[in-house]
């Protein structure tokens, strides 16, 4: 090969030109758009890291931190440098999250968790926790409203005991724990409550009348709140998460108010909790009003819901169907 040939072999032909002309052109078509969504995410960043830095020391309760999602806010908070306080029924898991929190070789100053029983079913006794739990560092910095139950079965076949557990569980639980915890936030002019609704609490779906409606009403609790709150120093935020792999579904509950113990598929290929508590967390330290966190087929639920309803109920109308002869086909089996 002479020196002429290699020449040859790597200048750029008529064709590769006409690329590098396009390349040029849409660079400078989309530059102008996708700068703004650079510097914003820089931005984001930036306050993110800076809001990090004070989160040490904060005292965080969490309640449903004894699995799933809690568990791993527990796990994202501590790391964090929080103090973080653990609530739920079954104290045995809560010790069992302690335990592999303090087992943890973290990297910055941690302090150990607390645990406390509470029983969101309980609304009697809620003030009377909210109280023990603000007397444990004397404030609650911020308030994850977390713990609750999804159901799987028809309006029309679920107990109306069943409407109201799952009822009192997702939304006067976190209702009545957050009027505990309030008024030391505003006597304070400070402090941050989280609630972990679903995207369920956007758009409801068949099979989850109960678990929909209590999602939708913490929503619409979330909203109100936050615009009372904002001139009092305290920030809300509601989270709406899509499928997390966690046993949301093992515990929920059937029309009878057994436990429906069955691992569905959508969560068990849902998103990873540490991925989520970790977004909700930056949500937190950004002080985000309402954060989707879900897949693309979730937000395009969302947007259809409202722009195209008869679209959106037509679907629907064929997922109840199908979820309908997949129940008619296992209680054959059954037999
Ligand atoms: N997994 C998902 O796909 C998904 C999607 C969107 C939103 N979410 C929401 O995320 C939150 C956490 O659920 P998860 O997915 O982590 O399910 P999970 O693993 O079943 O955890 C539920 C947590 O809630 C607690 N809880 C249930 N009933 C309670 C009660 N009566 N009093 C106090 N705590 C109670 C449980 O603790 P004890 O049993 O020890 O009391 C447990 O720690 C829920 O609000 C759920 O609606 C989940």
């Keep these: 090969m002479t020196l002429d040939d290699v020449g040859k072999c790597v200048a750029p032909g008529a064709g590769d030109t006409d690329w590098n002309a396009l390349y040029f052109i849409l660079g400078l078509v989309l530059m102008p758009i996708a700068l703004p969504f650079v510097v914003m995410e820089c931005c984001y960043r930036l306050r993110i890291k800076k809001y990090r830095n004070e989160l040490a020391g904060k005292v965080v309760l969490i309640t449903g931190a ?17 103090k973080v306080i653990l609530a739920a029924r079954r ?19 941690t302090y150990p968790p607390v645990i406390m029983s509470l029983d969101l079913s309980d ?35 679920s107990d109306l005991d069943v409407d109201l557990k799952v009822m009192v569980v997702n939304y006067f639980g976190s209702v009545a724990l957050t009027k505990a ?16 609704s679903s ?21 619409a609790f979330a909203d109100s709140l936050r615009s009372e709150v904002a001139n009092k120093g305290v920030q809300v935020t509601c989270i709406s998460p899509g499928y997390i792999r966690t046993k949301l579904s093992m515990n929920a509950l059937t029309g009878d108010g057994k436990t429906y113990g069955k691992m569905d598929k959508t969560t068990a290929l849902g998103m990873a909790p540490k991925k989520v508590s970790e977004r909700i967390l930056n949500a937190i330290l950004g002080k985000e009003k309402d954060v989707m966190i879900s897949d693309l087929q979730a937000k395009f639920a969302y947007y259809l819901r409202y722009l195209c309803p008869s679209f959106y109920f037509w679907i629907m109308e064929n997922r109840a169907r199908r979820l309908e002869k997949e129940e008619a086909i296992e209680q054959k089996k059954a037999k």
């Design 199 to 219: 995207v369920q609490g956007k758009f409801s779906l068949p099979y989850r009348s109960a678990y929909s409606a209590s999602k939708h009403a913490l929503q």
């Design 66 to 82: 004894s699995s799933g999602l809690g568990e791993s806010m527990a796990h994202t908070f501590y790391k964090a440098g929080c």
């Design 123 to 157: 609304l009697k006794e809620i003030p009377a926790f909210g109280h023990r739990a603000l007397g444990v560092y004397n404030q609650i910095d911020i308030l994850v409203n977390n713990g609750g139950i999804s159901v799987r079965a028809t309006a029309e076949s």
């Design 91 to 109: 104290t045995q898991e809560l010790e069992r999250v302690k335990t592999d929190l303090m087992a943890l070789d973290a990297s910055s100053v």
């Design 181 to 196: 915890i309030l008024p030391s936030m505003i006597q304070r002019k400070t402090g941050h409550i989280c609630f972990i």
